[in-house]
């Protein structure tokens, strides 16, 4: 608090933004406060639920546990960015045609999680699905469906490739 | 022109969309301008007196608008205790607190951090009491957590307890069906059990949030509840208001399970705006949330008389639930379990004292079940261990026991609409229950259990729907059920959509806001698609019937093919006009007799679910792998088949974290040791059985909307006795406490081995 916030520069979603943060911000609190961006959530606080994922320069990372000041320079890109063109992402569509999600408040952080999962991993077997997103908690449980999510996803992905 | 079907579709959530791109609105996301964030100071002690707060550091913190304390609130609200059952909470610790986390002073400042920081400075010197934190212990303990009871008079069986002094009880209920003590001086065999459930917290990972803005005439509350008329009659007695001057508005909620009912952070949130004249919002942390409700640790001691043809003739079940620090559902909780706490069997003698204790624990309340899995935990792993001993399968010793349709329970009501045996034969027919089955080799034990549950709608309960239709033909939807998760909007745009021939997706579902959407008991307790789902039917049919009036007014021949907005421009000459359909639903109850606990109408419907598991056991380290869970449940006839599913097994899914995994682990002194998700462990993807499967038998609720009726929680039941059955099948030890950890397990196979180990 009595630390003087400081003016960093950043790419959210594609446009170079500036914001003053203070030293102690969250990432995850600076884009709901400064940047009205909803879609990453803090739910458990200590990076251990995956509500708050969003990218820092194409990676995943916990945005509670994030300070807003580190990402100066580098890229953003929040759930918010997937559908930009009006279109949604793979992932999201087969995250409704299965049915992968109850009442949505985890759903972005398995979402970005699906994608870099799927970079890695394009045809990936149950036990790398439930091995690379055991870091994404569902509490209404979702998770069988979540697997299809992935499975479907990563067919559409090597269909639209192909 | 007939559309398709609507009830029966799988149709994706109506949000899906809205959720896939974390554009769905929540609570969490508001913020309102010139808001202040509330922070807590919350109780370190779990039973002590108050003798001083000193908050002038705190005031003193640049950016801190206020510290409020119990003295302040008094003054805008004389009698601030709060309570479905009992008035006993205060927004604000008064003179005492009784339990750790207990809320002492609230500190309101524009930046969050500041709140934070300041709530740090404020110190509260109390003179520690000793506590209770047994529920069999506070049955009779010296210790007591409330001086006098204080029913809130809304429920009749509670009225008599008002101004009862010396005791912890909350609520005692009492069932007695024949002669219990007859029948067991008479049986061939007696068994007798005891079986404890730990506290565990719902954790829904949207942390509790209101959030409140008031002006000199009303006050309006935004807040992620699963009950909104509720938080909004119980504001208005608080203030001494009218309703219509109180609103309350929800969103979609991120994830309730109980724990968001009730009335939980709306009273403070209504004092602190009132009082600083600014809109105010408290979110909880995740830590927060484990001190604000809980699930009822649970007791249970019980016995039954079996004959020679292995029918179980008498039965005896003394139920102790850890009911906290106040009172919140408990005594509901109570009253409800206690009518099934017997289990789904056709017996003719059984005693049943269930009975609701004060501690000094963080409270209790209604956790997907409303009590139900604490008891099959206890009369599944009973049933099993019978079986075992009478050396009977335990598929047949159930068939011999169930309760048959049209046969009385033990309430005295009769079955109707209760699938159990087509649920058992089915889970059964899944498992091949027939066949022999692989044992494992080496230290790796196969073994495989199941257990079956039933449950009572909480009754009676009322819902009120609307359901309008604009001058173009388009259809909204109002009415008062939350959509948590559970898929309620979609379910209600299927009901609507079906009566009024139109596709679902074109309804829209217009959220709780009590300023607009009629009276709802509450999202709870598997009600709405039943309660609400007939009131938005019966809404639906009315509208209807108002559209065909319209058609006659305007001189159409019955069954005119004319479009509705041609209907609107004929009676209105341009686009205009509304049409609104309403109902109300309220199925018929009659209280259990206070002395006997029997009724002959106990609830409007029944749910059952049947669990059964196949798991392996490592006899070397206690590690348990689920191969395989299967729930069965009798839903009626599901409205939308994919929800169904996904509610039965996320259901199974949440059981299996509280009865693996998940315990609030609390010290001597009530401290609890483990609030965050770094020592209290949810399941993940790596927790997941390698085959789950769910599945509904062939069912009507002949009461419901389109033959349907509730399954939030039907997948519950079974979990946690199913998974003790199969361990005890695999490795021959029984254990009778929850979580089945390893270590528990462990222990356990050392001890059955005679080597015990030493405790810690």
Known sequence: ?162 | MRAARQVGRSLPRLEARAKVTGRAEYIHNLQLPGMLYGKLVRSPIAHGTIRRIDAEAARAMAGVHAVITSAEVRQIIPSPYYGPAFHDQPILAIDKVRHIGEPVAAVLAADAAIAEAAAQLVTVEYDELPGIFDEVEAATSPVLVHEALKPAGTFADLKHLGGKRGTNVALEFRLRRGDVERAFAAAGQVFEHSFRSQPVMHTPLEPMVALAEATEASVTIHTASQSPSFVRIEIARLLGWPENRVRVRTAYLGGGFGAKLYIKLEALVTALALLARRPVKVSLTMEEQFYTITRHACTVRIKSAVDRDGRITARRCEVWWNGGAYADIGPRVTQKSGFTAAGPYDIENVAIDSVALYTNRPPAGALRGFGIPQLVWAYESHTDLIARALALDPVEFRRRNILREGRPQATGTVMRDAAIAAVLERLAQKLEWGRPFERGTGPVKRGRGIALGFKASISPTASVALVTIAADGSCAVQCGTVDMGQGSDTAMAQIAAEVLNLPAESVRIVHPDTDVTPYDMATLGSRSTFHMGNAVKRAAEDARDKLAALAAELGLPPGANVEIAELFRRRYGMQAGTIIGTASFLPSYAPPDLATGLTDNATPFWMVGATGVELEVDSETGRVRLLRLVTVADVGTPLNPRIVETQLSGAAIMQLGFTLLESMEFDRDGQLKNPSFADYKIPGLGDLPARIESETVAASQHSGPFGAKGVGESGTFGVSPAIANAIHDAVGVRLTSLPLTPEAIYRAIRAAAGDSLAEE
């Open chain 1, 1 to 162: 608090m009595s630390a003087a916030p400081r003016t960093i520069r950043f790419t959210l979603n594609g446009r170079t933004v500036a914001a003053e943060v203070a030293p102690q911000e969250s990432l995850v609190t600076m884009l709901r406060d400064r940047f009205a961006l909803y879609g990453a959530r803090e739910s458990c606080g200590q990076g251990l639920c995956g509500c708050c994922t969003v990218l820092v320069d194409g990676r995943a990372v916990s945005s509670c546990l994030a300070l807003a000041a580190l990402v100066d320079g580098r890229a953003v890109t929040t759930i918010e960015h997937l559908d930009a063109d009006g279109t949604l992402d793979p992932v999201q569509q087969a995250f409704i045609e299965a049915g992968a999600f109850q009442c949505g408040f985890c759903t972005p952080g398995f979402v970005l999680m699906t994608r870099q999962l799927l970079e890695q991993h394009p045809d990936p077997g149950d036990d790398d699905i439930r091995h690379y997103l055991a870091g994404n908690l569902c509490r209404c449980g979702a998770y069988p469906e979540i697997v299809q999510a992935v499975k479907l996803a990563a067919a559409k992905r090597r269909g639209a490739a192909g």
